[in-house]
C-alpha cells in the first residue's frame, strides 16, 4: 500500500490547475465539444487502468472532472499526484 502525503508534500507536489478538496485531489478539464470530453475521458481511463488507479471521472458537455484519492490508504499518495501529472500531458 502507498504511503500517504503530508499536507506540505501535497502542497509542494500538486501539480497546476489541480486543488485539494479533503482526502482528494480534483481538476475540471475543459473542452470545446462533448466528443473532446468523450475522448479525453476514454484516454484518461486507459491510463488509469494502465495504473491500475481508478479515479472517479464525471462527464458533462464541454468539460471533464477527475477525482483522486488512494481509497485503501486513506487519502492523498505519491500514486494519486503521479495519474494526474500522466493526466495533463495527455490533454496537453
Known amino acids: 500500500m502507498a504511503d500517504l502525503l503530508s499536507d506540505d508534500e501535497i502542497d509542494v507536489q500538486l501539480p497546476e490547475e489541480w486543488d ?3 482526502e ?3 481538476r ?5 465539444s462533448y466528443l473532446d470530453g468523450v475522448g479525453f475521458a476514454a ?3 486507459g491510463v488509469a487502468e494502465d495504473a491500475w488507479h481508478h479515479p472517479e471521472i464525471t462527464l458533462t458537455y464541454g468539460e ?3 477525482r483522486l ?3 485503501d490508504a486513506g487519502g492523498i499518495t505519491a500514486n494519486d499526484i503521479e495519474l494526474a501529472e500522466r493526466f495533463d500531458d495527455i490533454y496537453e
Open 20 to 22: 485539494r478538496e479533503g
Open 24 to 26: 482528494e485531489i480534483v
Open 28 to 32: 475540471t478539464y475543459q473542452f470545446d
Open 43 to 45: 484516454g484518461a481511463g
Open 64 to 66: 471533464v472532472e477527475v
Open 69 to 71: 484519492t488512494t481509497h
